[in-house]
Each structure stands twice: as C-alpha cells, then as structure tokens.
C-alpha cells in the first residue's frame, strides 16, 4: 500500500528526493510520516505532514529536509538537500492518523528505499 | 524528548515458551483527559517493513495473533508473545505518539533458543 523510491548513492552537501506512492486507502485522509534506520540503529521519527498540511521536523533533519504531499497522485515527498554521512538509512514512510492529529500510531509502512551519504 | 529505554536488549526463548519485553519512557505517555496510553509495539524483520502490533499500550493490530499482548500504564509497559513460535523472531520496537518528536526504543532483539 506504500511504496518508496528514490534512494541511492548521494555525496556528502548533495541533494536526494523521496517519493512515496500509496495505494488501497483515500490518500487525502490520512497524516503521513517518514521514519529512517541507520544501519545497525533503531528507528528515528524524521517528518510529520497532516491532512491539512500541518508539518513537523525531527531537530536533525529541520532546515535540510523538505515534506510535501500531493493529493491528486497519491503520492508523499521528501526532499532532502545538505546530506551528511549520518543521513545514511533506510527511509520508511508510513501512515499515521485519520485527520489531522499528529500523536499516532503507525501503519501500514512502506518497505523502504536505501540512501547512502558517502564520498 | 521523551526517552524510551527497552529491556532486554536482546533475549532468547525457547519454541513454545514466553517472551517478555519491557520499555520505559522517561515520562508518562497518559493522557488524563482520555485516559490512554499513547503507546505502540512494532515487530521488525530483516527486509520487511515495520509491522504494528499493539496501540493505546494494549490494543492488538487486526491480524495480529492473539499471543502477543502489550500491558502497562504511565511509563511502563509490557510486551508478551505467550507461546513464541519460530516466525516470531524480530527486533522489537516500542513507540510513544504522545509527545513530539515521536520517539522510539532502542529495540530488543528476540531470538529462538
């Protein structure tokens, strides 16, 4: 019901832009997140966008990383410009509540894209 | 933030047998006006997606088999699989939703003895 792209190979400063397409639910009525593991980490909440387009950033990610939606494709992006070795994970999107409302659980998630930061 | 602290960071338990997992959270993630815990278990696999199992602390996932339970209130919590099957073997996760950032555990990895 998720599906992400656009993971890959970046340099440290470069720029890497996530996509998410979603399917089986009505896209618009859902909050969506993007959720990162670093290789051998725990899972790291990273962005937040609701219904209305209310968006929240995790503190390592504010300034660098862009969330947007579009409701007409069904599809959620992450744009992510500055990278750092330590943006290296997988990136996860999953959804979140029905509406507007930021405290929520998670699911479904998609099975995430790779994105390493290295030179 | 809200600091999650699992425990065990790992454990093995035989077939047929019960796991427990423990997670602590730096505060109370109950909310007094609704009287829930904003509170959430994942099981991850090597190459799958997280997959919820337990929300509001005790609320099985449809789908979810019935021996994985989660149990606890204000800061601590429980998760128990009663009768653990080879399948079960993960990395599991607790979750609190109620403050932001959304935090996680560190994980505990449960393995089949």
């Known amino acids: 019901q998720l599906v992400e792209s656009g993971g890959g190979l970046v340099q440290p400063g470069g720029s890497l832009r996530l996509s998410c397409a979603a399917s089986g639910f009505t896209f618009s009525d859902y909050s969506l997140n993007w959720v990162r593991q670093a290789p051998g980490k725990g899972l790291e909440w990273i962005s937040y966008?609701?219904?209305?387009?209310?968006?929240y950033y995790a503190d390592s990610v504010k300034g660098r990383f862009t969330i947007s939606r579009d409701n007409a494709k069904n599809s959620l992006s992450l744009q992510m410009d500055s990278l750092r070795d330590e943006d290296t994970a997988v990136y996860y999107c999953?959804?979140?509540?029905?509406?507007?409302?930021?405290?929520?659980?998670?699911?479904?998630w998609g099975q995430g894209t790779l994105v390493i930061v290295s030179s | 933030d809200i600091v999650m602290t699992q425990s065990p960071d790992s454990l093995a338990v035989s077939l047929g047998e019960r796991a427990t997992i423990n997670c602590k959270s730096s505060q109370s993630v109950l909310y007094s006006s609704n009287s829930k815990n904003y509170l959430a278990w994942y099981q991850l696999k090597p190459g799958q997606p997280p997959k919820l199992l337990i929300y509001w602390a005790s609320t099985r996932e449809s789908g979810v088999p019935d021996r994985f339970s989660g149990s606890g209130s204000g800061t601590d919590f429980t998760l128990t699989v009663s009768s653990l099957q080879a399948e079960d073997a993960a990395i599991y996760y607790c979750q609190q939703y109620y403050g932001r950032p959304i935090t996680f555990g560190q994980g505990t990895r449960l393995e089949i003895k």
């Open positions: 966008i609701s219904t209305i387009g209310t968006i």
């Open positions: 999953a959804r979140g509540a029905y509406g507007d409302y930021f405290s929520n659980w998670f699911g479904p």
